[in-house]
Structure formats: structure tokens, C-alpha cells
């Protein structure tokens, strides 16, 4: 009699466990230092949604990516330092992005334009997502990060809650793909010149 009690309490585990996110924890909220720190670290780019057809392209052409924020608390910017797998190659680049903390937004000033996502926290702190125009249906999109270079079956659907969230199907998401990665040796060579360099200083 044990073994089908504990297989009915077992079957209904998903159940209950379903529906982790609200649609109102969708909304940006402001940044703190202790987002700021919490956000300072390695982040792998894992799925995206984007309605804007410019920035659909680009995303779809990225392979896999991972990438390092580093913080800085007193001038409320981010380094990023980015290595996305484009075409099967590499291409490493940083920037700073400036840190809005009222209204939860990084955004990133290119020539001619700007980027602007916002950030929503989840209840898992291995995870984030960006939203950007999240009130424009032609151009909204958002994005989904985790610490581990592939999510969990669970993390996943956190992603694709938010997207529903936004009014947005399951189908338009955009996945990467760890195995497509080219860009480890040149983060291996990167952390190696900055050991020398904390060696000789
Ligand atoms: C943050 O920026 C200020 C001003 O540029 C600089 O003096 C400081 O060293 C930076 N802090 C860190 C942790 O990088
Ligand atoms: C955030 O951190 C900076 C740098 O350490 C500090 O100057 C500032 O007072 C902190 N802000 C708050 C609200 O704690
Ligand atoms: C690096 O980023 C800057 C600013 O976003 C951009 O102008 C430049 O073309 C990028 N370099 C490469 C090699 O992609
Ligand atoms: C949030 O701040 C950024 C940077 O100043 C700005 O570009 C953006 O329009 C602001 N968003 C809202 C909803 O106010
Ligand atoms: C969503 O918001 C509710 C109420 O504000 C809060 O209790 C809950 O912890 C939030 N969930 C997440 C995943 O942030």
C-alpha cells in the first residue's frame, strides 16, 4: 500500500508546483547595490523573444553567448564584457552600460542609437530576464539568463510564463546552443593575461 500513496503525492508535485511566476513580477522594479552586486558576475545568454524585426536578426544570428558584468556602484554603470558565437566564430567586445536605477533599466548608447532593457527578477537568483518596449506589441521582446551555460526543464518554463505574460507564443522563442560555443579559448587566454597582469603589478 506504501508505494502507490507515494506515487500519487509524487504525481501531483508538478502540479502544485506550476505557475512560479505572476505576470505583475513582470514589471521592472528599481536597482539597488544589492542588485548590483548580485548581477556582477558570468551570465549565459540562454533564450530570447523579439517582435522588432532588426533586433529579431540579430539575435537569431547568435549561436550561443556568455558574458561578465561587473558593476560599478558609485558611478552606476556596467562593464560587459560579452562573448557571443556569431557565424561560428567569436566576437568578444565590452562596453559599459549605464545603470537608470529608478526605473530598473541598463541601457547602452551606440552611435545613432540606443538599447534599452529593463530588468525583472525572479524568484530562482540563478536566473533574470530583460524586457525591452515591453508595452509595444510590433517591437517587445525580452530575454532570458541564467548561471549555468543550459537551464533547467523548470527555468525554462519561468521563460516561457513571462512570455505568455507579454501576450507573446511559445513558438517565437529563440534558443542558443551551448555545443555551437567557440569563444572558450579566447575567455581562457583572457583570464590568463589578466593573471599575469595581477602577477606583475
Ligand atoms: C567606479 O568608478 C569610479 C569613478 O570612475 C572609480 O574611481 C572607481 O575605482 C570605480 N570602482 C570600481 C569598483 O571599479
Ligand atoms: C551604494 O554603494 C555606493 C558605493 O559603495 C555607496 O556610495 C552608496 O552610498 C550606496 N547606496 C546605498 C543606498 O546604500
Ligand atoms: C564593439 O562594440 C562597439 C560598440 O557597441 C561597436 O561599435 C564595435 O563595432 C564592436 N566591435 C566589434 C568587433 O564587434
Ligand atoms: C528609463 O531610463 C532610461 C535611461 O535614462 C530611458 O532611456 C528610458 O526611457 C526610461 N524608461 C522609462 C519607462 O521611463
Ligand atoms: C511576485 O510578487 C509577489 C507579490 O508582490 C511576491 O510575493 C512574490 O514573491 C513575487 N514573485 C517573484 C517570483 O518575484
Known sequence: MMLPWALAILSLLPLMEAQKLSCANLTATPITNATLEWISGK???????????????????????????TANLTEDTVLLREYPTVGDKCIYNSS????????????????GREYVVYLVLLQDPR????????????????????????????????????????????????????????????????EEERKKRTEES
Open 127 to 190: 536566473t533574470f530576464i530583460f524586457t525591452a518596449y515591453p508595452e509595444d506589441k510590433q517591437n517587445q521582446g525580452l530575454s532570458f539568463y541564467t548561471d549555468k551555460p543550459e537551464a533547467t526543464q523548470e527555468q525554462l518554463e519561468v521563460f516561457h510564463e513571462a512570455m505568455a505574460c507579454m501576450g507573446m507564443q511559445k513558438s517565437e522563442a529563440m534558443y542558443t546552443d551551448w555545443k555551437k560555443d567557440q569563444c572558450g579559448p579566447l575567455e581562457k587566454q583572457h
Open 43 to 69: 551570465w549565459f545568454y540562454i533564450a530570447s523573444a523579439v517582435r522588432n524585426p532588426k533586433y529579431k536578426q540579430e539575435a537569431q544570428a547568435i549561436q550561443a553567448d556568455f558574458f561578465y558584468f
Open 96 to 111: 559599459y552600460l549605464k545603470v537608470q536605477r529608478e526605473n530598473g533599466s541598463f541601457s547602452h548608447h551606440e552611435v
